[in-house]
């Protein structure tokens, strides 16, 4: 067993303690360094859990494919584990600490024989900031450590900060035997503990991500008065050199990644428009001694859904995935590059799909439905420092200043394509209520409408009631709140036909977005809040049919009557616990829309 190089006893106590559990032939300690990673990867290679990809090309890129049952966040094995029911709340799946630990530790025992345990210290945020966490995953998958490597700060500089003091987050990982009847994904916010298991896809795996970064860190957030939140924050420089920032949820392949780095479409290019991206899905945000709220992405890299990125689509991706990248669950070339459905380029003649048999396009199921080369979930881990629009703020242990929070979901009749909520107080409830269509990177029926307030429905680690009174109570410790702002891309019309172009034509509502922040231009007052004058959107360089602008800011309040019903019976689940200022909310709804 390899010599641990840190002083944290408690630290050396718990992985010992965590390898007579699991058993592993050894123990090796990861520092961050290069030749370390290039061995890890050489070994990877061997064992066949990536292959090289053409390095000409791609340089430093490789490829990895997950068994065929474990594509996507398992959300039904994925639990809050605290003392009371009640804490985690009907929004959550829930298995008490001693059940969970027990059904685990069945799992666990002996698991990495014949394997080898990685001791990954990660730190969630610059290291050392005010903002950032510490985290130290135990991991028996040498992808889960190169993944780690791109997605987070890792290695000794974090055991020097966690050496000097300081609590960490506890993250245990087996594959196991990969088995979907032996799988667990289970947090407990009251130990600051993640054990997952039997699993190897990147959203159920790598946990500093949604475990951490989202349902550990809602919860002490929650306790030490801050936002851990599913949201991209970016930098938008207006033509006279200033920068102001916004933060957007989305709930997961709605566009948050394409928003968060999009460029200037031609009609706006004139005005020296130029995005900054500060990350893409996760955002820690603290009140500072100015009053504001000021934002950190947490990560140093992109978890992408790969389907549907191509250059039309979000240009500055395609950039950044072309070197030190891993593609999971994509089409391989037979020239040793990637392929997926909609990515640009020919469709290729031929190739190996994402369950690894050979493939070409035109390949019917036995159901005559096309198969897929690549997974509709398939996915890119890429560093952030590959993006050309990287923010120069994305080490700046302060963050940076938020102006406005927009909140986004896929609704092809209700909603408008953006509105301004009145208040802070009914910018929460327009967070509460959002509903998006169903997308591929959940398990579930595809377009299924599912409620998701503020995107974290699967991913806020307590009772949401007390999440959205956190909401609440944030507004009142800040002395300039930031405007709340819902849009919607996908309104469509009676075709089924998108009345919006959205990608980087976003930039022209996200301009209406920032003058109604600095009072520049006027809005019209409807039941749910301000929408735009069409005339104020600039529109030009923009085909669009004649009156779909006026259409895409249309209110239908009979729609909107209907909506009422669904909102009322999602919060009707969280009973007494459900904050009165969401009803009153509602009710004032109600009486705008009569």
């Given at each position: ?389 990287v923010s120069y703020r994305i080490d700046q242990p302060h963050g940076v200043p938020i102006s406005a929070i927009i909140f986004g979901a896929r609704r092809q009749h209700l909603a408008p394509l953006v509105y301004e909520a009145f208040n802070w107080q009914h910018g929460v409830f327009v967070g509460a209520t959002m509903a998006s269509e169903r997308t591929a990177a959940q398990v579930g029926k595809l377009g299924e409408v599912r409620r998701d307030p503020m995107a974290m429905l699967p991913f806020c680690g307590y009772n949401m009631a007390d999440y959205f009174r956190h909401w609440f109570a944030m507004g009142t410790r800040m002395a300039k709140v930031p405007k709340i702002f819902h849009v919607n891309w996908f309104r469509t019309d009676a075709e089924g036909k998108f009345l919006w172009p959205g990608y980087c034509d976003n930039l022209r509502v996200l301009e209406w977005i920032l003058d109604r922040c600095n009072s520049k231009v006027y809005a019209v007052k409807t039941p749910i809040g301000y929408v735009p004058h069409p005339a104020d959107i600039d529109k030009k360089g923009l085909e669009m049919s004649e ?48």
């Amino acid at each position: 067993m390899a010599k641990s190089p840190t002083h944290n006893k408690k630290l050396k106590d718990w992985v010992q303690k965590c390898a007579r559990l699991c058993q592993p032939d050894d123990i090796v300690w990861i520092d961050g360094s290069a030749s370390q990673k290039e061995q890890l990867e050489k070994e990877a290679l061997e064992s066949g859990e990536l292959i090289q990809l053409n390095q000409e090309r791609l340089p430093g890129c490789f490829l990895h494919r997950t068994a065929i049952d474990d594509v996507a966040r398992t959300e039904h094995l994925t639990f809050i584990c605290t003392r009371k029911k009640k804490d985690a709340g009907p929004n959550n799946n829930w298995m008490s600490p001693a059940a969970a630990y027990r059904k685990a530790r069945a799992i666990f025992k002996g698991a990495m024989r014949g394997r080898t345990m990685y001791v990954i210290p990660f730190s969630m945020g610059p290291i050392g900031s005010e903002f950032s966490k510490i985290g130290v995953e135990l991991t028996d998958s040498r992808y889960v450590v190169l993944n780690m490597l791109i997605m987070t700060r890792a290695g000794e500089a974090v055991l020097r900060q966690l050496d000097k003091g300081g609590d960490f987050t506890h993250c245990l990982h087996s594959k196991a035997e990969l088995d979907i009847k032996k799988r667990l994904i289970l947090h407990f916010p009251e130990n600051n503990t993640i054990w997952s298991v039997g699993s190897g896809y990147g959203g159920n795996v790598l946990l500093g991500k949604k475990c951490l970064s989202l349902r550990i860190a809602s919860f002490i957030a929650k306790k030490e008065k801050w936002f851990a939140e599913h949201m991209l924050v970016m930098g938008i420089e207006s033509p006279n050199g200033h920068i102001e920032y916004i933060a957007g949820a989305f709930p997961s392949a709605c566009g948050k990644t394409n928003l968060a780095m999009l460029l200037p479409p031609e009609g706006l290019k004139r005005k020296g428009y130029r995005i900054w991206t500060v990350g893409d899905d996760i955002a820690w945000m603290r009140v500072d001694s100015d009053g504001q709220l000021w934002a950190v992405n947490p990560e140093t890299g992109f978890f992408g859904v790969a389907p549907g990125t191509n250059s039309h689509t979000n240009p500055t991706m395609v950039e950044t995935v072309k070197k030190n990248t891993i593609f999971t669950n994509v089409v391989l070339k037979t020239d040793g590059t990637v392929w997926w459905e909609g990515s640009d380029g020919e469709v290729p003649r031929e190739g190996i799909d994402w369950q690894g048999r050979p493939w070409k396009p035109g390949q019917l199921n036995s159901e005559g439905k096309a198969i897929a080369g690549a997974h509709p979930n398939s996915r890119f881990t890429t560093p952030i420092s590959n993006c050309p629009s990287v923010s120069y703020r994305i080490d700046q242990p302060h963050g940076v200043p938020i102006s406005a929070i927009i909140f986004g979901a896929r609704r092809q009749h209700l909603a408008p394509l953006v509105y301004e909520a009145f208040n802070w107080q009914h910018g929460v409830f327009v967070g509460a209520t959002m509903a998006s269509e169903r997308t591929a990177a959940q398990v579930g029926k595809l377009g299924e409408v599912r409620r998701d307030p503020m995107a974290m429905l699967p991913f806020c680690g307590y009772n949401m009631a007390d999440y959205f009174r956190h909401w609440f109570a944030m507004g009142t410790r800040m002395a300039k709140v930031p405007k709340i702002f819902h849009v919607n891309w996908f309104r469509t019309d009676a075709e089924g036909k998108f009345l919006w172009p959205g990608y980087c034509d976003n930039l022209r509502v996200l301009e209406w977005i920032l003058d109604r922040c600095n009072s520049k231009v006027y809005a019209v007052k409807t039941p749910i809040g301000y929408v735009p004058h069409p005339a104020d959107i600039d529109k030009k360089g923009l085909e669009m049919s004649e009156g779909a602008l006026e259409k895409l800011c249309e209110v239908n309040n009979q729609d909107w009557i209907e909506e009422l019903k669904g909102v009322k019976k999602f919060f009707q689940q969280f009973k007494k616990d459900l904050p009165k200022e969401l009803w009153e909310e509602y009710e004032a709804l109600a009486s705008r829309l009569k």
